[in-house]
């Protein structure tokens, strides 16, 4: 039976970035996967960009390359995410909604060793999605408007100083890749997008002791039951 998954990110292209090699084997695998962005990713577009949606499109072409099955985006303003009551009341409706056994998610936790990953939006949707998935989703007296509980067995933390788990991208990374180009305001921050990602999951595969030459993903896994 196939496994539900839904990510939770701070913006456009934080699924894609962070952990597109791992989408892409699991939606190979037949997984499915759903998206939700929190931020419409305004504040990364250049300074005299007209439409802010812009990047909402771009999300949705990556993950269809990526075969995700949808995108869901919750408008929260860009660089100001709070973890607040609202902001966790949404999440918990899409995971009660869709019933994941998966959430992926960024840490809550500043992670010293890495800036890249410890944007504000960053640890405040990380706070925010693992209240909803713990306590509040599995719980009828938090938001009991927001659909019948569901209980979480599973969540993958991005961005962890000291992750638990890897997952080998070698075969999924031309395939992130693809995906990765299509954030196309965001390809203007790199000179060469693929030298960078690689030099990025071979770090994270050295660090975990993996073979030379595989390109690796890294995640703190964590049981909710």
């Known amino acids: ?25 699991l939606t190979r ?3 499915q996967v759903r998206y939700v962005v929190v931020t419409s990713g305004e504040r990364g577009l250049p300074p005299d960009a007209a439409d ?3 990047r909402e499109g771009e999300q949705r072409q990556a993950a269809h390359a990526l075969n995700v099955t949808d995108v869901d985006f919750l ?36 992670n010293l060793s890495s800036v890249r990953y410890s944007h504000s939006d960053h640890l405040a949707v990380g706070r925010a ?22 209980a979480v067995p599973e969540v993958w933390l991005c961005g962890v100083e000291k ?10 990374f031309d395939e992130k890749m693809s995906a990765v180009r299509l954030h196309h ?15 990025w999951a ?15 993903e890294e995640f703190h896994r964590l049981s909710t039951r």
């Open 1 to 25: 039976m196939n496994v539900r998954v839904l990510l939770v990110g701070a913006h456009p292209d934080d699924t894609e970035f962070i952990c597109g090699g791992t989408i892409a084997s």
């Open 29 to 31: 695998r037949g997984e």
């Open 52 to 54: 802010l949606s812009v």
């Open 75 to 110: 408008r929260e303003p860009d660089g100001e995410v709070a973890d607040s009551a609202a902001l966790r009341r949404k999440i918990v409706e899409v995971i009660r909604k869709h019933q994941p056994e998966i959430v992926i998610t960024h840490s809550p936790l500043y």
């Open 129 to 150: 999605a693992l209240a909803a998935v713990f306590p509040e989703a599995r719980n009828a007296c938090y938001h009991p408007d927001a659909g019948p509980p569901w």
């Open 163 to 172: 992750p638990n788990y890897v997952v080998d991208i070698s075969k999924s």
């Open 185 to 199: 305001t965001q390809m203007r921050h790199f000179s060469d997008p693929d030298a960078f990602f690689r030099e």
């Open 202 to 216: 071979d770090e994270v595969a050295q660090r975990q002791g993996l073979n030379a030459g595989v390109l690796a």
